[in-house]
């Protein structure tokens, strides 16, 4: 397994796409393909690829050069439990950091919260609903005390 980059409308962010869809919006009655996505040319998008599939993806976007928010991250049923969303986060985190970013933010659905505090994620906020199921904020700071 690699990590890479995800370039905008490549075959990779296709596949990523259709994996978030699959994992993220069906379940809750949405499509993701029914939204805009041409925002997402300005988000930063990373992978975890086996054998040239996409089995983990998760998307930057940039708040301020400092900072910046984590959405969407799913990784494949069949790949979950295996380590694969902490190798993505960690490289993601690390080229992150190579660019400049100090700290991370996200919005973690709640049965995903242990998972990001594992990773050094920790809450800044009340739950509250967002897609219509419980998130919390989360943040992390990439600076070295």
Not at 42 to 52: N, T, W
Not at 74 to 81: G, H, L, R
Not at 86 to 98: I, P, T
Request: hydrophobic share 40%.
């Amino acid at each position: 397994m690699k990590f890479e980059p995800i370039p905008f409308r490549s075959e990779w962010y296709d596949q990523a796409c259709e994996l978030r869809n699959e994992l993220l919006r069906r379940p809750l009655g949405l499509d993701l393909f029914t939204e805009d996505l041409a925002a997402e040319s300005a988000y930063r998008h990373y992978g975890i690829l086996e054998e040239d599939r996409v089995v983990a993806c998760v998307l930057a976007v940039t708040v301020t050069p400092q900072k910046a928010k984590l959405r969407q991250m799913a990784v494949s049923v069949e790949y979950q439990n295996q380590g694969v969303g902490r190798q993505l986060l960690q490289n993601v985190e690390l080229d992150l950091k190579r660019q400049g970013v100090e700290a991370l933010e996200l919005e973690a659905r709640t049965t995903a919260v242990g998972f990001y505090e594992k990773l050094g994620y920790v809450k800044g906020g009340d739950e509250f609903l967002a897609v219509s199921i419980p998130h919390v904020r989360m943040v992390k700071s990439l600076v070295q005390e």
